[in-house]
């Protein structure tokens, strides 16, 4: 059984930085895709970025690029998300997520364990 337990979340200021941690247990992770998602009341949790399993390849959704980085460290079992420039309509839940295949996708039905989420307030 795989375990994600997310961290870092908080209240920031316009402008301002906030760095992710996703911790995997349970098992060897390094072998599949992870992703971020995040969700805001009412809406439908919607993809962030995503890593293959070496980390060669990341992807973001348009209104991430240049501002959020996502990594990886497999002898670690994490998987950060660096999001600078923070605006308040990033305001949300984050979540991690890993998906049984090397390939990330942008759909969340993709993909198969997910963590409780954190909660991220960005203030004008």
């Known amino acids: 059984q795989v375990q994600l337990v997310e961290s870092g979340g908080g209240l920031v200021q316009a402008g301002g930085s906030l760095r992710l941690s996703c911790a995997a247990s349970?098992?060897?992770?390094?072998?599949?895709?992870m992703g971020w998602f995040r969700q805001t009341p009412g809406k439908e949790r919607e993809f962030v970025a995503g890593?293959?399993?070496?980390?060669?390849?990341?992807f973001y959704a348009d209104s991430m690029k240049g501002r959020f980085t996502i990594s990886r460290d497999n002898a670690k079992n994490t998987v950060d998300l660096q999001m600078n420039s923070l605006k308040p309509e990033d305001t949300a839940v984050y979540y991690c997520?890993?998906?049984?295949?090397?390939?990330?996708?942008?759909?969340?039905?993709?993909?198969?364990?997910w963590g409780q989420g954190t909660q991220v307030t960005v203030s004008s």
């Open positions: 997520a890993e998906r049984l295949s090397d390939y990330v996708v942008i759909s969340r039905d993709a993909y198969s364990y």
């Open positions: 890593i293959s399993w070496s980390g060669g390849s990341t």
């Open positions: 349970g098992r060897t992770f390094s072998s599949y895709a």
